[in-house]
């Protein structure tokens, strides 16, 4: 059974839908996803066995918000400036950055995120962003996209001889258990306030 893709999401519940405005719009969109994406990733909270860091949060959010052209735009911004140099990653610095950092231990995630992106822009598309267990669904299919290729790459720059689960799977579960409950929550309660804002 086909999947249909033309329900709205959620950037386009709001504002100009055609036309130059809509053009600005997107950019000035894409710009704040950027910006998202780079603050997100810097954010980190204390926590049992490591801390959590925000950034796969505002991936899947975005993806979710965004649909999967804007989205897609929006994490490749988000690479290119990354690949540039700049310190926009979680575990990047001014001394750790660029198209080495991306190609070290991060790289396989990093792919992850935009496969992630991807398939979250597609679900919205779909209208799993109106339900929470739709969405939570999603979120744990984006999880997957990041970790499959970051687990993948580990295993293959370090070997598989090495503890690839116990470095890149099992230290993160727990956050990433909360921060996907968070984001199934968060967009179909963003679709709730704009219906009853139009009523």
């Known amino acids: 059974m086909a999947i249909a893709l033309n329900d709205r999401v959620l950037t386009e519940a709001f504002g100009p839908s055609a036309g130059t405005a809509l053009r600005i719009k997107q950019a000035a969109m894409v710009v ?3 910006a998202a994406l780079v603050i997100f990733a810097k954010i980190r909270i204390p926590m049992w066995p ?10 899947l959010t975005i993806g979710a918000a965004y649909g999967p052209r804007l989205g897609l735009l929006t994490i490749l911004g988000y690479m290119i400036i990354g690949a540039l140099g700049f310190d926009v990653f979680a575990g990047s610095s001014a001394e750790a950055n ?19 992106t991807l398939a979250l822009g597609f679900a919205a598309r779909a209208g799993w962003d109106r339900s929470v267990l739709m969405m939570a669904a999603a979120m744990l299919i984006g999880n997957a996209l990041i970790y499959v290729p970051g687990l993948a790459w580990l295993g293959m720059l370090y070997g598989w001889d090495q ?8 230290p993160f579960l727990i956050g990433d258990a909360l921060k996907l ?19």
């Open 50 to 59: 490591v801390p959590i860091t925000m950034g796969t949060f505002a991936v």
């Open 98 to 116: 660029g198209l080495t950092y991306m190609m070290g231990g991060t790289g396989g995630y990093l792919l992850g995120y935009v496969l992630a």
């Open 181 to 199: 409950g968070l984001a199934a929550l968060l967009v179909p309660g963003l679709w709730k306030l704009i219906g009853s804002a139009r009523r």
């Open 32 to 34: 704040v996803g950027i």
């Open 163 to 170: 503890p690839i689960l116990q470095w890149g799977l099992t």
